[in-house]
């Protein structure tokens, strides 16, 4: 008579998962178009690990500890582990699974220091056996630079570092290094490989355009066509946060949505006049008058000068009437993305004048996040092209006007401290687009 395996013991791969299933390479790989099934093998990988080698140590990490805890977590435990497995238990406060042959599988973030020494507490002496950095283009190299070194897990005769993410720009370091480097074992899928998927699902896929549909439904590594902010990137603009010295100035900048995302960013100044966007809300669904009592909340303790709005008169009303004073945002364009480009752009010592910490992002907005929409600045930056002209080439005049909605609030935010950018020849800018608060001074650019 054959003994019956039990379910949490067993795993049916898709065909073109049996391969990384099987490798044993120090670095592996997936990518590929949205729905392929990387993540569902990165973790059955990660779990099977677990049960085959007693005392395994794993780590499953996202740039965000708040993305693991409100997606991947949630993830490996109902559709991996299984919440009934009698030979795992889940410690929300500890951050981790413990299975029953000593095994354990830790989860948390890197967006921090106190993300960080979580990781490096890890175990008696900070060794890992296998690793997955899910989302893996959210990382910097520091992040998995500092993921080898703790690579030093004797439980089997192998390690590896698994990464899962979608395609991003040829500029990455995980294309750069592990692709075209040759520092990895790449392996490519699409959601049309994964049969598991929904048909609306692949429909819904289809509908993209631009560079997402290159990225998310052919899985190319392309730099977007026409990019807006061609100069950004992601090495030299993102920076690990720090403790912002309280002299520095600091102010916000809103772009009102509900159904899109209602947009609050946080920024410093520092004595250089360099801007740092520290803190973001980014949320869809969301009252101005739930949003204006977070931010009252969140700014507890820091001197806010003021908050660069949209115009909506109502929705200041509401920021007003809760304790968050308002300045209409400066909202000309052209003017306005040629100031953000000009910060871009390396300065005299070799640096840029504008900066986003790496964990300003308070809480993904898991709705987006099912979509797979921008869930931030950083992740607004590389999809944000001009429109085209009828000859299929840019009309650096016009950005398309979709995912756009930290990016407004940004330009807001530098023409409020540049408001003395040179306005473009034959462009001119009446007091509707540069409308102050009452007895400031108003100003007017002409050429």
């Not at 991947?72 to 029953?100: C, D, M, W």
């Not at 570092?161 to 991003?168: C, G, H, R």
């Not at 986003?356 to 600045?377: G, H, V």
């Not at 540049?418 to 001119?428: F, I, L, S």
Request: glycine content about 8%; overall charge neutral.
């Amino acid at each position: 008579m054959t003994q019956r395996v039990a379910p949490e013991l067993t795993f049916s791969p898709l065909p073109w998962q049996v391969e990384p299933w099987r490798d044993t390479a120090p670095v592996m790989l997936l990518t590929g178009s949205a729905g392929g099934g990387k993540s569902r093998l990165a973790a059955e990988k990660l779990h099977g690990f677990c049960l085959h080698y007693p005392g395994a140590m794993a780590l499953a990490v996202r740039k965000i500890r708040q993305s693991m805890t409100n997606s991947t977590v949630l993830f490996l435990e109902h559709a991996v582990i299984g919440k009934n497995n009698q030979l795992v238990r889940h410690f929300p406060s500890k951050r981790r699974f413990e299975y029953r042959n000593g095994s354990m599988l830790v989860y948390g973030g890197m967006a921090n220091q106190e993300q960080r020494e979580q990781i490096r507490s890890i175990g008696k002496d900070g060794s890992l056996d296998i690793v997955w950095m899910e989302e893996a283009n959210g990382f910097q190299e520091s992040d998995f630079n500092e993921i080898i070194a703790r690579m030093r897990g004797k439980t089997a005769a192998w390690r590896q570092i698994e990464l899962t993410t979608n395609p991003d720009t040829p500029s990455h370091w995980i294309y750069k290094r592990l692709i075209k480097g040759g520092q990895a074992h790449v392996y490519y899928s699409g959601a049309t490989d994964n049969y598991h998927n929904p048909d609306d699902y692949i429909t819904s896929l289809e509908s993209l355009t631009g560079v997402q549909y290159k990225r998310l439904v052919k899985g190319q590594w392309i730099q977007a066509e026409g990019a807006v902010y061609d100069g950004f990137r992601h090495e030299l603009h993102v920076v690990e946060p720090f403790a912002i010295p309280r002299e520095w100035r600091r102010f916000r900048a809103v772009d009102f949505g509900y159904t899109n995302p209602f947009v609050c960013q946080w920024w410093a100044i520092d004595g250089d006049g360099r801007l740092y966007l520290y803190r973001e809300m980014y949320r869809t669904q969301t009252l101005v008058e739930d949003a204006a009592r977070q931010i009252v909340e969140l700014s507890q303790g820091e001197r806010i000068e003021t908050t660069i709005c949209d115009h909506d008169a109502e929705d200041r009303a509401t920021l007003e009437h809760h304790g968050v004073p308002t300045k209409p945002a400066q909202k000309a364009v052209s003017v306005g993305i040629q100031a953000v480009q000009a910060r871009l752009r390396k300065a005299g010592d070799g640096r840029p004048r504008l900066f986003l910490f790496s964990d300003a992002l308070i809480e993904p907005d898991a709705k987006l996040e099912a979509k797979r929409k921008p869930l931030c600045a950083l992740d607004e930056f590389p999809g944000y092209i001009w429109q085209e002209t009828r000859d299929g080439r840019p009309n650096k005049e016009e950005p398309v006007k979709d995912n756009d909605h930290s990016m407004d609030a940004l330009r807001y935010a530098i023409m409020y401290v540049d408001a003395g950018a040179p306005q473009p020849a034959g462009e001119t800018l009446n007091y509707d687009d540069l409308s102050y608060a009452r007895g400031e001074r108003r100003t007017i650019w002409q050429r």
